[in-house]
């Protein structure tokens, strides 16, 4: 869990019983606000990413298999990140992040090396504060999509993903993005824009 008023991210070890270790800390950025897992160098053992909403930053801790993690990579993103969620994205087996960044208005993906390091972000314009993203394949073409929630105006950004096969340089393309509001009974578009493409660096 994050602990956005001590600049660090606590990990409680399960006991298999219900019950927990007291909490190891470790520092990340300032005023942390979301967490997400994954094994982003692909040795087996869990990774956390986390996303600081003051310093701006998104922390990378690589896992020991311990419940211990090594110091932390820090990731540039947008302004003010709030939340992060991981995913291959591309499609050449390596874990990439989404972020999202509320003061900027959009979400930064960092396209994974395989290491533990990670690319420069392709950053893509959403509604107006984006606060938390999900990842998931909402067109059923086999690759993962992402949905923002905005907080200013209630609204919700879908951002299909139409990137082609994986390999270095590619293009990232997200299409079709649409910003639709919540209602009680259902959700309605409310508007779209033209696709958004970026080169890898």
């Known amino acids: 869990m994050s602990g956005g008023g001590s600049d660090s991210v ?3 070890l399960g006991n298999g019983d219900g019950t927990f270790q007291p909490a190891r800390t470790f520092a990340v950025g300032a005023h942390p606000t979301s967490v997400a897992m994954g094994d982003f160098n692909r040795d087996g053992m869990l990774d956390l990413a986390v996303a600081s909403q003051t310093s701006s930053t998104v922390s990378v ?3 020991n298999g311990d419940g211990t993690f090594r110091a932390p990579l820090t990731l540039t993103a947008g302004t003010n990140p ?3 969620a991981v995913g291959d994205f591309d499609g050449d087996g390596a874990l990439d992040l989404a972020v999202a ?3 900027s208005a959009n979400v930064s993906v960092l396209p994974g090396n395989g290491d533990g390091t990670f690319r420069p972000a392709v950053n893509v314009s959403t509604g ?4 938390a993203v999900a990842v998931g394949d909402f067109d059923r073409d086999g690759k993962l999509d992402l949905a923002v929630a905005n907080d200013d105006g209630g609204t919700v950004s879908v951002l299909v993903n139409s990137t082609g096969g994986g390999g270095a340089g590619q293009k990232i393309v997200w299409t079709d993005l649409v910003n639709a509001t919540a209602t009680d009974n259902s959700v309605q578009k409310t508007s779209a824009s033209r696709p958004r493409e970026a080169t890898r660096r």
């Open 101 to 103: 960044n509320y003061g």
């Open 10 to 12: 606590s990990v409680l």
């Open 128 to 131: 107006n504060g984006p606060w």
């Open 82 to 84: 709030t939340g992060v």
């Open 61 to 63: 801790l690589l896992g």
